[in-house]
């Protein structure tokens, strides 16, 4: 099993759909997750930082954390055709050092 | 500013082959990470670089695969003998903090 599942995807949506993309994870020690975005042939773009449990917003997108439930969201609100890329979600803790666990990313259609 | 930037874009080699890939990380971030990603696999750390020293080379492949930073600043990552499962894109990141970290836009290698 890996520690952090996410499901892959193509997830397609109508341009202005709100939408959830979400992550599972095994080791209750992460304490750090991150979202990533990642355009074709692009490397991944930091897209939000969450430090333990809770919400955090910015713009149109809202990051979830439930450590209770190792479980972790992205929202998109309003989302645009340019949001169409994979979603990467990512984390760690101070016993990983610095390095990053990543999901296997989900793959985000938006249609005009 | 400028970001992450790498080199070559594309490489293709013969297998057995060596290749050097370069990362010039964003101007004042002390740590620089290399990640590999492939199909099927996602995204998987191989080194990190605190300054010039790798306190974390555990997921290096193979010793096969080496890297080195100079000046605290600029990194290579060096495949010696090269094979086929080695095709992936080399993904550098860097940070000023550990787990905010900034990639550039990777080095695609294709192993023929």
């Known amino acids: 099993q890996k520690e952090v599942e996410q499901d892959p995807g193509p997830l397609s949506v109508p341009e202005g759909a709100i939408v959830s993309l979400n992550c599972t994870y095994s080791n209750s020690a992460f304490q750090y997750f991150m979202w990533y975005r990642q355009y074709s042939r692009k490397g991944p773009e930091l897209l939000m930082y969450?430090?333990?449990?809770g919400n955090k917003e910015d713009g149109r997108f809202t990051a979830q954390v439930d450590k209770s439930s190792k479980y972790i969201s992205l929202f998109i609100r309003d989302s645009q055709p340019s949001d169409s890329a994979t979603y990467l979600c990512?984390?760690?803790?101070?016993?990983?050092?610095?390095?990053?666990?990543f999901g296997a990313g989900t793959i985000l259609r938006v249609k005009s | 500013g400028a970001g992450v930037s790498q080199s070559p874009s594309n490489k293709v080699t013969e297998k057995g082959k060596d290749v050097e890939l370069r990362c010039d990380p964003i101007?004042?971030?002390?740590?620089l990470y290399w990640y590999r990603q492939s199909l099927g696999q996602g995204l998987e750390f191989l080194i990190y670089f605190q300054g010039n020293s790798a306190p974390d080379k555990s997921g290096l492949p193979s010793d096969r695969f080496s890297a080195e930073r100079t000046g605290g600043s600029v990194s290579t990552l060096t495949i010696q003998r090269t094979q086929q499962e080695d095709s992936a894109v080399y993904l550098c990141?860097?940070?000023?903090?550990?787990?905010?970290?900034?990639f550039g836009p990777g080095t695609r290698l294709t192993v023929t």
């Open positions: 969450t430090y333990s449990s």
């Open positions: 990141a860097s940070s000023l903090w550990g787990y905010e970290q900034y």
């Open positions: 101007s004042g971030h002390t740590a």
């Open positions: 990512a984390m760690s803790s101070m016993e990983y050092g610095n390095k990053l666990v």
